[in-house]
């Protein structure tokens, strides 16, 4: 049913994506279909981008590919599962990815809301909003 599934993963909260890539790779098994985990690495702060040194990035983005590729084997997928690092917005990131993978569903965990994401609301919420492929919350 679904051939191409997103997974974005937020690496500083395991609690919170260890349930979503499980179930993505159950949904990927049962319909032949592929995993793609994601992560987004934020933009460094231009006020703050001039006291971090440029190799800083380079290593931040190295190892979270590096975490992202372990995690892509221990689904079991083999060459069913890929990982992608991006820079910027995570929420724009990951409809971006979406789009440009041809993704036909985004698997995600979320928290639960609180009182704050009701009045801001939250990257899950803004992902849900403007894709445009199915998504799944995993709470």
């Known amino acids: 049913m679904f051939k191409l599934i997103l997974v974005p993963i937020d690496l500083s909260d395991p609690e919170l994506y260890q349930r979503?890539?499980?179930?993505?790779?159950?949904?990927?098994?049962?319909s032949g279909g592929?995993?793609?985990?994601?992560?987004?690495?934020?933009?460094?702060p231009p006020s703050v981008s001039q006291y971090v040194?440029?190799?800083?990035?380079?290593?931040?983005?190295?190892e979270?590919?590096?975490?992202?590729?372990?995690?892509?084997?221990?689904t079991g997928l083999g060459d069913a599962a890929s990982a992608i690092v991006r820079d910027g917005a995570v929420y724009h990131e990951v409809l971006a990815e979406a789009e440009d993978a041809g993704a036909d569903l985004?698997?995600?965990g979320s928290h639960r809301p609180a009182m704050s994401t009701y009045l801001l609301g939250?990257?899950?919420?803004?992902?849900?909003?403007h894709a445009t492929c199915s998504v799944?919350?995993?709470?």
Do not use: C, F, W, Y
């Open 122 to 129: 939250s990257n899950a919420a803004r992902i849900v909003r």
């Open 34 to 44: 592929k995993i793609r985990l994601m992560t987004v690495i934020s933009a460094v």
């Open 64 to 74: 979270a590919r590096t975490r992202l590729n372990l995690l892509a084997t221990e």
């Open 20 to 30: 979503a890539v499980h179930v993505a790779a159950d949904m990927a098994r049962q």
């Open 136 to 139: 799944m919350v995993i709470r």
């Open 106 to 108: 985004i698997v995600m």
């Open 53 to 62: 040194p440029p190799e800083i990035h380079g290593q931040v983005v190295d």
